[in-house]
C-alpha cells in the first residue's frame, strides 16, 4: 500500500506508519495545484488543509482512500471521490479541545480588545484610557451554534467563565441541553437575540452556509461579540462587515470565505482583517491535537490495509437502498460465494451490500448480501443445490 502524505503530519505517525511496513511519500509542501500531478498509484492520501479537488480524484490511478487530518471535510471534492468508489474519512472530535481553547481566546479577545491593544503599543501608544472599557464575560450570555465535540467543549470552558450559555444545534433536544447545562434554543434566531456573544461550530451544508447573516447580525445586541473558529462559509461577509460598521460588533475569526488553502499564500481581505481580531485557521493547530490527529491518522489507515474498509467513513450511505436480504450459511470452500453471485447476475439482481463472516475453525460462513430485489422461489430453490451450501434464507429488509 502506497500512501502519499501532502500535508504536515507528526513525526510519530510516520515513524507508526513505517514500523507497519508501509510505503509514506512525506510531502508536505505539495499545493492543491501540484496534486494531480504528483497522485499517480497511491492508494491513500492524507491531507490536512490541501484541497483534493475532482482533477486530483481523476487523475488517480489507484487511490482508495482519501483521509482527512482534521474534522471537516469541505476541502475534498466528495461527491467527485464518491463517483469514484473511493473512501473519505476524517478524525473528527480529535481537535476539540484545540478549537475550544482558539474560541475562547477570541472570545476574550474581542472583549478585552487585545490585538488592538497590542497593535497600538507596538507602534509607541500607550492608551490606557482607551481600553480600559471592556463589560466583561462573567454573568454575560454565550450563545453557541452546534454542540458536537467543539461546541461542548466550549460550553464546559464558558461555564469555567461563569458565563450563561444558550445553545442551538440541529440534533439538540431540550433533554440533552439540560444534561449538558445549557439552555435550548428552538432557532439559531433566538440565539441572536438573547446572547451577548456568539460562537459557531457547524459543519458547512447547504443548510448552514451564511447561516450567520444580515437578520441574524441585526438581532444580536450593539456591541456583541461573533467569534468563528469553525468554517468562514457559515457567516455572510458582506453582511458582517455592515454590521461592525453599523452595530459596533466585535468579531473574532479564525476562518474566512474563501480563504488561502496553502499554509503560506497572499491574503486578500485585509479590509475585514483590518476591523477584527483574527488568526490564519489554527484552530486545531497544538502540538496536543497534532498527536491525537497523527494517531487517528494511523488507526484509520491500519484499519483499512486489515479489513478494507476504514473507520470514521464519510460517503457511505447511510442506509442502503436494498429492499431484501438473503443470508446463505454455507461451507469454507473456494468458489461458493462466485456461484451464488454468478446466479444472481444471470437473474439481473444486484448486490448492493455484501458481508460474509467466517465461524470458529474455519469451516462454515454466514454470508448476507444485500439486494435491490427480491429473488423468485425458483432461484432459492436452485440457490439451495448449490454444491457447499447449508441453508439460504431471504428476508424483506
Known amino acids: 500500500m502506497k500512501i502519499l502524505i501532502a500535508d504536515k503530519l507528526s513525526e510519530h505517525a510516520l515513524s507508526a506508519l513505517k514500523v507497519a511496513g508501509l510505503d509514506a511519500d512525506f510531502r508536505p509542501d505539495l499545493s492543491a495545484a501540484e496534486l494531480p500531478a504528483a497522485i499517480g498509484s497511491f492508494n491513500v492520501l492524507v491531507v490536512r488543509s490541501t484541497k ?5 480524484i481523476s487523475a488517480a490511478d489507484s487511490l482508495s482512500l482519501i483521509v482527512r487530518a482534521g ?13 469514484g468508489g473511493i473512501y473519505v474519512t476524517n478524525c473528527p472530535g480529535r481537535n476539540s479541545d484545540a478549537v475550544a481553547e482558539l474560541a475562547i481566546g477570541l472570545l476574550v479577545a474581542c472583549d478585552r480588545r487585545i490585538a488592538d491593544a497590542t497593535a497600538e503599543l507596538r507602534s509607541g501608544h500607550w492608551n490606557k484610557k482607551k481600553y480600559s472599557g471592556a463589560r466583561g464575560l462573567k454573568g454575560r450570555t454565550l450563545g453557541i451554534l452546534g454542540m458536537g465535540m ?3 467543549a466550549v460550553a464546559r470552558r464558558a461555564h469555567g467563565l461563569e458565563m450563561d450559555v444558550i445553545a442551538w444545534s440541529r440534533s439538540l433536544t431540550s433533554e440533552c441541553a439540560d444534561t449538558l447545562g445549557v439552555q435550548f434554543a428552538e432557532s439559531p434566531l433566538a440565539v441572536a437575540k438573547a446572547c451577548d456573544a456568539v460562537s459557531i461550530h457547524l459543519a458547512t451544508t447547504a443548510e448552514t452556509r451564511s447561516l450567520v447573516d444580515a437578520e441574524f447580525l441585526a438581532a444580536m445586541p450593539d456591541g456583541g461579540i461573533v467569534v468563528n473558529s469553525s468554517r468562514g462559509e457559515l457567516v455572510d461577509t458582506a453582511a458582517l462587515k455592515e454590521a461592525i460598521r453599523k452595530k459596533g460588533l466585535r468579531v473574532g475569526l479564525d476562518v474566512f470565505e474563501d480563504e488561502p488553502g496553502a499554509g503560506v499564500a497572499e491574503f486578500a481581505d485585509t479590509d475585514l482583517a483590518g476591523s477584527v481580531t483574527c488568526t490564519p485557521h489554527i484552530g486545531a493547530s497544538t502540538q496536543q491535537a497534532s498527536e491525537a490527529i497523527a494517531a487517528e491518522v494511523v488507526e484509520i489507515i491500519n484499519t483499512f490495509r486489515e479489513t478494507g474498509r476504514p473507520t470514521n467513513v464519510v460517503n457511505v450511505s447511510a442506509r442502503t437502498s436494498a429492499t431484501h436480504s438473503l443470508v446463505i450459511r454455507h461451507y469454507n470452500r473456494v468458489g461458493v460465494l462466485a456461484g451464488v453471485l454468478d446466479a444472481l447476475r444471470k437473474a439481473d439482481i444486484n448486490v448492493e451490500e455484501m458481508d460474509n463472516a467466517i465461524f470458529e475453525g474455519a469451516g462454515a460462513a454466514c454470508c448476507t448480501l444485500q439486494l435491490d430485489e427480491a429473488p423468485s422461489q425458483n432461484l432459492i430453490g436452485n440457490l439451495s443445490q448449490l454444491d457447499h451450501v447449508l441453508q439460504v434464507q431471504l428476508e424483506p429488509r
Open 150 to 152: 467543539i461546541g461542548r
Open 52 to 56: 483534493v479537488t475532482a482533477d486530483t
Open 71 to 83: 474534522a471537516g471535510v469541505n476541502t475534498i471534492d466528495v461527491a467527485a471521490a464518491s463517483d
